[in-house]
């Protein structure tokens, strides 16, 4: 390797580094988005949460797209009332923060390892976060929340993990991984009791008798927010779309119900930490192919969870590099024409049938071989 290559490497592999290159994009972009007035996605948040504290029903049909559960309406507050100029530059730049932080904290991974983790969804990160979408606080929640899991610390954890499913569902499956650690009947408790807090935690805002039908209004309004085709799930491949679009419901009950059986088959690797890594790469990539409304840079949430399970794996590096490109560096407008995207995306689908395939692959060598592992492997890319 020459020198100048080992130059830029180190630079690269330098968590400092990239964290300023990382933030400074981040900045950029949502100064482009704000000069231009698009920061459309943070008035929807935004009118939002002035709705719920008006007491107003944030889910009517010329608003429909705040897709929420109340408890956002509440911890979204601070960045709503910054304005539509500041608030989005604080909004953006700390969830950049947060995401960057969350695969830094994770266990058992090299330095090196974290910053390929960054570098490798650094362009689909910038293009949810220039949307300035709530995945990447999706992604950090799952990670943090695992994180805590693997410090003996399930209190936080669980809160992490609720407020997670309370404002979008997603996040509320990794409570699954609660069998994986000590003392879970206490775990259980410490859910119930912090599950009953965020459930009436609206009533700072609603009265009492307004709670549970604004629960139903959110319900309703997710079940509205499907059978699109520029959505990028698995219900969403030309050969099957018609055949899984009535049975939505059942497939994502049935297939849940069957990694929830393999995942119980396989209780003796409980106390592994690749079998458990494995698990949550394969929950976050499920949450993904299984929704209802998965648009192309959400698969930051999936691909988190693959980098996971890929590190302590060590696998073969050719779907390592097929799902960068077709999830990460295709979509991007700047690296590929978009008629070039379209074809590969809309036409021939390559990036779900891609993921698909790679996310059968992490469930059969998760949980119908599962190998012995080091605790931490430097794959080579």
């Known amino acids: 390797m020459s020198r100048f290559t080992e130059n830029i490497s180190r630079f690269f592999l330098n968590r400092r580094n990239i964290f300023i290159l990382g933030f400074v994009l981040t900045f950029v972009l949502t100064l482009l988005e704000v000069s231009h007035g698009k920061q459309y996605n943070f008035f929807t948040f935004q009118n939002g949460t002035f709705d719920f504290w008006k007491g107003e029903d944030p889910y009517g049909v010329e608003k429909y797209d705040f897709l929420y559960g109340p408890l956002f309406a509440i911890l979204f507050a601070p960045f709503a009332y910054l304005g539509m100029t500041v608030g989005p530059f604080v909004w953006n730049l700390f969830n950049f923060s947060m995401f960057f932080c969350a695969i830094f904290t994770l266990p058992r991974l090299t330095e090196n390892q974290k910053c390929q983790t960054y570098l490798y969804t ?50 509320i499956f990794e409570l699954a991984l609660l069998l994986c650690y000590p003392k879970f009947w206490r775990n259980i408790l410490f859910t119930v009791a912090l599950a009953a807090v965020f459930v009436f935690l609206p009533l700072v805002s609603i009265e009492p008798s307004g709670l549970m039908p ?16 520029q959505f990028y799930a698995l219900f969403n491949l030309y050969p099957i779309h018609d055949l899984l679009t009535p049975v939505m419901t059942y497939v994502q009950m049935g297939s849940i119900a069957l990694l929830a059986v393999l995942f119980v088959v396989n209780r003796k690797q409980f106390d592994r930490f690749d079998f458990r890594a494995g698990s949550l790469g394969i929950l976050m990539g499920w949450v993904i192919l299984f929704s209802l409304s998965t648009e192309k840079h959400t698969y930051v949430i ?18 390592f590099w097929a799902n ?50 080091p605790k931490t492997i430097e794959a080579e890319v």
């Open 214 to 229: 604004f629960y139903a209004r959110w319900a309703e309004v997710l079940s509205l927010h499907v059978d699109q085709f």
């Open 324 to 373: 960068f490109v077709l999830l990460v560096a295709v979509p991007v407008d700047l690296v590929c024409p978009t008629p070039v995207m379209r074809f590969l995306c809309d036409t021939l689908q390559l990036n779900i049938y891609c993921f698909t395939f790679t996310w059968l692959r992490m469930i059969y060598l998760t949980f119908l071989k599962p190998m012995a592992c």
């Open 122 to 171: 650094a362009m689909i990160l910038a293009t949810t976060q220039m949307s300035m979408q709530f995945n990447p606080v999706v992604a950090y929640l799952f990670l943090f929340a695992f994180t805590l899991l693997e410090r003996g610390k399930p209190f936080w954890a669980i809160t992490l993990i609720l407020i997670s499913g309370f404002c979008k569902i997603y996040g």
């Open 302 to 319: 999936a691909l988190a969870g693959y980098l996971l399970w890929y590190w302590v794996q060590a696998r073969k590096t050719r779907l």
